[in-house]
């Protein structure tokens, strides 16, 4: 592991422990019926104008108390630079923790990786992974306290990643942010996880402001949304089955490349290699107008071609492969990554059509997510930015891979929003069960055909946007 072992904050997590919404307890109230505090000042001495309370409480984010329990009240609230806030994210393989200032500066990073097991078990084995989480969450986050020079009393609140994810990681996150809050008196911060890979883009970019259009990419999702303002989001597109990292790992792994650095830069390294129009890949779903994303079909493509010319890929890592053998993987690596990387080019092209016809005042196209750590895609991506007068933001890649500072930073922007809740009791049991969000979508989603108009409606979008998708879809 990439941390060493430190003294813990508190006793080792329990592993009987869930996640966030008490269930023992009555059932948490609906959004809708939640409303900003009555005095935000008491919450917050200097809240940005920038960031104000949405006009209707988004349907995807989770329910959160607004209103500070006694216990918060007597705690004088900083003003936003003050602000000191503790991320934790367990989603899926890593391990992280973060301190974030209010104003965005980082005071540390810590991330434990699992790449040793990803590399012995062909993927995430979850059962593995969550022994893996509890295994370093104390140390990690002690580490990003020390490192940070501070101690739990100096913090404002801690946020921690509900959803969507893996239940076993996720809790094991979550279950240490209470006992951190618990042990401070700390208010806590529920975060989506693909929302933090949106918002982190506002850290980097001081001038990124609402509306923007945000693709996320990662080995678990291919999302393409309008992200209208805090929380508001319109999903534009999704993946129908595998999302662009998965693909990217199994025909590294069927290419037999080295998978402790990720299944993602193996295969880009060994694609700078080859011929990228040496085998001919059909370009997924192009006969569909719409903005969602497919690469199923991609990955069988890959290992019919792999089959095809013979190679063995399994008992021979490219390592020890010959020359003309090292050279067969590296086409089909670069043919593989031009028409996976083509298929968002499109896709994305699309997307901008039509938030731009929403949202005319974009002026920001956001790439985040582990997959956007890779160079060819940002090199293309930024070619579909210039050419619909939009600016290319995306993170560097410590900040596009799964990291606490995103969760922290999203934290900030939803605290000084006043949507957090209150410490845990003094008294709540370390083995307490709470709801998890494994799969939590992020805003209102549409589909084709005759939904499209009912859908549009429901996420309160311009009305134009109806017609013209109809119209696309026809074609």
């Known amino acids: 592991m990439a941390v060493t072992l430190l003294p813990t904050l508190s006793p080792p997590v329990s592993r009987a422990a869930a996640a966030f919404v008490l269930l023992r307890r009555a059932p948490a109230k609906a959004f809708s019926s939640l409303r900003p505090p009555p005095n935000p000042r008491r919450f917050l001495a200097s809240a940005s104008a920038s960031s104000p309370y949405p006009a209707t409480p988004p349907t995807a984010l989770r329910p959160l108390s607004t209103v500070a329990s006694s216990c918060t009240a007597a705690r004088a609230t900083p003003a936003r630079r003050d602000l000191l806030m503790l991320g934790i994210e367990t989603s899926c393989d890593d391990t992280a923790a973060a301190v974030v200032r209010g104003d965005g500066e980082i005071l540390s990073q810590v991330v434990s990786s699992q790449a040793d097991l990803l590399a ?99 080995g678990g999702h291919n999302l393409i949304v309008l992200a209208h303002s805090l929380g508001q989001y319109v999903q534009l597109g999704t993946t129908i089955d595998d999302a662009i990292g998965e693909a990217y790992d199994k025909s590294a792994r069927w290419l037999g490349l080295d998978m402790r650095k990720g299944g993602g830069p193996a295969l880009e390294e060994l694609a700078l290699d080859g011929d990228p129009n040496a085998v001919n890949f059909r370009v997924p779903m192009r006969q569909h107008k719409d903005c969602n994303f497919s690469y199923a079909g991609l990955k069988t493509q890959v290992r019919l071609a792999i089959e ?3 190679l063995c890929t399994g008992d021979i890592p490219i390592s020890s ?88 930073w999203t934290g900030i922007e939803h605290f000084v929003a006043g949507r957090f809740e209150d410490p845990p009791a003094a008294d709540e049991p370390d083995d307490m069960q709470y709801e998890l969000r494994p799969r939590w979508p992020l805003g209102e989603e549409y589909s084709e055909g005759r939904s499209v108009a009912r859908s549009l409606k429901t996420a309160r979008v311009h009305p134009s946007l109806t017609s013209m998708i109809q119209g696309s879809l026809q074609k």
């Open 120 to 218: 012995r078990y062909g993927g995430v084995a979850p059962k593995m992974a969550e022994e893996a989480h509890a295994l370093v969450i104390d140390q990690v986050v002690q580490k990003a306290l020390d490192d940070a020079k501070l101690s739990g009393s100096d913090l404002s609140a801690v946020a921690v990643t509900v959803g969507p994810g893996l239940s076993l990681c996720l809790r094991v996150g979550v279950q240490k942010a209470r006992q951190v809050a618990k042990s401070f008196g700390l208010p806590i911060v529920g975060v989506h996880h693909m929302e933090a890979h949106a918002l982190v883009s506002r850290l980097v970019n001081k001038d990124l402001d609402f509306p923007f259009l945000a693709l996320l990419i990662s």
């Open 321 to 408: 492969a010959s020359g003309e053998d090292r050279q067969s993987r590296a086409n089909i690596a670069a043919s593989f990554q031009r028409v996976a990387v083509l298929h968002l080019e499109e896709k994305c092209q699309r997307a901008v059509e039509w938030a731009l016809k929403m949202e005319p005042s974009i002026k920001y196209f956001v790439v985040s997510g582990g997959v956007a750590s890779n160079k060819y895609v940002r090199t293309r991506l930024h070619q579909v930015a210039e050419k619909n007068g939009l600016e290319l933001v995306s993170p560097p890649p410590s900040l596009c891979t799964d990291n606490g500072v995103m969760i922290a």
């Open 308 to 310: 095809s010319k013979n």
